[in-house]
């Protein structure tokens, strides 16, 4: 296992249209994270899963964000109706969630271009 | 409140050390981060620190925490071109989801 892993690793895409990316965690890892990255910032959090449960959404995440990870493996971020302000890189992380292994490690990211 | 403070931007000349200072305002912080980013790239997890511990070394890295006064900071000994990137530190709450806070990222140049 290389670690966590993003697609597409960027997308452009009309004002209007939805798109999905996909992240595939570390095997092991029970935890998934999504963030949000816009230039010059810092990642911002939008959502948390434990296994297959969103246990929390950042009121960040609007109505038009929709994220799932049914099997409790890989995950999905979809946007509908994207807005240019959308445009940002979208980046996933996982952890094992314990104390004994608190790092978190990201993925490469989804770069995000609406025009 | 949940706020992380770094400065934007430090120069270093190669072999130098560099020392990227952070604040943090929720006590309850349980682990502190540093993450190293390259320009199109996601985040590499450098080290952390466990919020009961005033000090953490790994090779050229060391991590210094003051939790009194809720200050964190990263020295990188010999820096070299390869260590230019923006550094981000981040606290990981008290609470259980083990989300991640982050700062604004500094920018660190290393001149040759």
């Known amino acids: 296992d290389t670690g966590v892993s993003q697609d597409p690793r960027h997308k452009i895409t009309k004002r209007g249209q939805n798109v999905t990316f996909r992240c595939d965690p570390i095997?092991?890892?029970?935890?998934l994270y999504w963030y949000r990255q816009t230039l010059g910032q810092g990642p911002e959090f939008l959502t948390y899963?434990?296994?297959?449960?969103?246990?929390?959404k950042s009121r960040l995440l609007s109505d038009r964000f929709s994220a799932e990870r049914p099997k409790g493996s890989f995950s999905t971020l979809e946007i509908q109706r994207t807005e240019q302000g959308d445009s940002a890189m979208y980046l996933c992380?996982?952890?094992?969630?314990?104390?004994?292994?608190?790092?978190?490690?990201f993925g490469q990211g989804t770069r995000l271009t609406v025009v | 409140g949940e706020d992380v403070e770094q400065s934007l931007f430090l120069s270093v000349r190669e072999g130098d050390s560099s020392v990227i200072n952070c604040t943090y305002t929720?006590?309850?912080?349980?682990?502190l981060y540093w993450y190293k980013q390259e320009p199109g790239a996601g985040l590499q997890l450098l080290t952390y620190?466990?919020?009961?511990?005033d000090m953490k070394q790994d090779q050229r890295l060391t991590v210094l925490l003051n939790k009194k006064d809720k200050h964190l900071s990263l020295r990188i000994a010999d820096t070299q071109t390869g260590d230019s990137a923006i550094y981000f530190c981040?606290?990981?709450?008290?609470?259980?989801?083990?989300?991640?806070?982050f700062g604004q990222g500094t920018t660190l140049q290393v001149k040759p």
């Open positions: 992380a996982s952890s094992l969630g314990s104390h004994a292994n608190p790092e978190a490690f």
């Open positions: 095997s092991e890892h029970n935890r």
């Open positions: 899963f434990q296994n297959e449960a969103q246990l929390e």
């Open positions: 929720d006590s309850s912080s349980t682990y």
């Open positions: 620190i466990f919020s009961n511990m």
């Open positions: 981040a606290e990981r709450l008290g609470s259980n989801t083990g989300k991640l806070i």
